[in-house]
């Protein structure tokens, strides 16, 4: 067993239960919140969060992964609201989410600078506060590995190889971003058992996840809900994770939504408008019905939603 830390202290591994492993309370445009806060209601997002965790609870979820990080809007104080209010076993994360660019702060100093301010955010506590992230988090999309992103890879990494918290990424199938993040993580010395390449069902091309997955991670099929320009429909998504899953694959997979309570990527109700099925319960209420119905067994679904988040969070350090 480990112990990890959740927003309202640590839990053993054995306590996870079934999870969603990649689910946002909020996610902002953190500079535009700064400048313009009165286009923002805190306590509107607040309640819609409360909300969406009370439905998955309900329906048997006892833990939440939220890899809302830096360029998310990350609000620990918001998070931990939310976690005491639901009594909800919520983990967070730190890291820095871009596909391009750092600011000029971290531009202008070493990968390990920024290592460091990962690893007090796990043993110390983020954002001044004593709630300590669980795990790292970093993201590549379209625009490949660039410098900047390259940095907070490396970073992860060497904060992962620090602390001992698994390491969770955003990947661009279509740009093969995340069999690039594992050369990363490999020329760092990070076991690939220790990362979750996130969003990999964002293609139903099994001849590239089978690549990724031969490298050793687990991968996040972790986007029900999202269709174009995000990714598959569930129909292709399913059918990816029932492919995989007779070939043995389900000891590698997560299931999750990538849910977010409240965005302001779009304007207000348009991410409802686009997609009418993305909620935080949707995987638990549809989709693996379906699954069972394709032929996905317990013992998968058990796998997929319980025993991966402790096989990934295995050998954390509290």
């Known amino acids: ?25 909020r996610v902002r445009s953190e500079s535009v919140a700064v400048q313009f806060p009165h286009l923002y209601d805190d306590e509107r997002d607040f309640q819609k969060a409360v909300e969406q965790v009370l439905a998955v609870k309900e329906r048997g979820v006892k833990t939440i992964c939220d890899p809302t990080v830096m360029e998310l ?22 890291g820095i989410y871009s596909y391009h660019y750092i600011p000029p702060h971290f531009q202008n100093r ?25 795990f790292l988090k970093c993201a590549t999309d379209a625009q490949g590995v660039t410098p900047d992103v390259e940095k907070v890879i ?18 661009h ?25 996130g969003h990999c069902g964002d ?26 320009p995000f990714g598959c429909s569930a129909e292709r998504r399913n059918d990816t994770v029932v492919a995989l ?29 686009m997609f009418p099925k993305w909620s935080m319960s949707y995987v638990i209420d549809e989709i693996l019905p379906e699954l069972r119905e394709a032929g996905v067994t317990s013992e998968q679904v058990q796998e997929m939603m319980v025993d991966n ?9 509290d």
Request: proline share 3%; glycine share 8%; charged share 25%.
């Open 245 to 273: 899953a007779k070939r043995g694959y389900a000891n590698k997979m997560f299931l999750s939504q990538d849910y977010c309570c409240t965005i302001d990527w779009f304007p207000p109700e348009a991410a409802q408008a």
């Open 154 to 171: 490396r970073a992860a990494a060497r904060a992962h190889k620090q602390t001992g918290v698994p390491i969770m990424t955003h990947s």
């Open 110 to 134: 070493d990968i390990d600078y920024m290592a460091d301010l990962f690893v007090r955010d796990i043993e110390a506590g983020i954002q001044n506060t004593s709630i300590r992230a669980g």
């Open 73 to 94: 809007g990350r609000d620990i104080r918001f998070m931990e609201r939310v976690a005491h209010k639901t009594e909800m076993q919520i983990i967070a994360a730190t």
């Open 173 to 197: 199938p279509a740009s093969g971003t995340g069999l690039k993040q594992l050369d990363l993580f490999e020329d760092e010395g990070v076991d690939p058992s220790r990362v979750l390449i």
């Open 1 to 25: 067993m480990a112990k990890i830390q959740t927003l309202t202290g640590a839990i053993d591994s054995s306590e996870l239960g079934i999870t969603l492993i990649h689910e946002h309370l």
């Open 203 to 228: 293609t139903d091309s099994l001849e590239y996840i089978l690549k990724v997955l031969e490298r050793g991670p687990f991968i996040g099929m972790d986007r029900y809900g999202l269709t174009y």
């Open 309 to 317: 988040a402790q096989r990934w969070f295995e050998g954390s350090r």
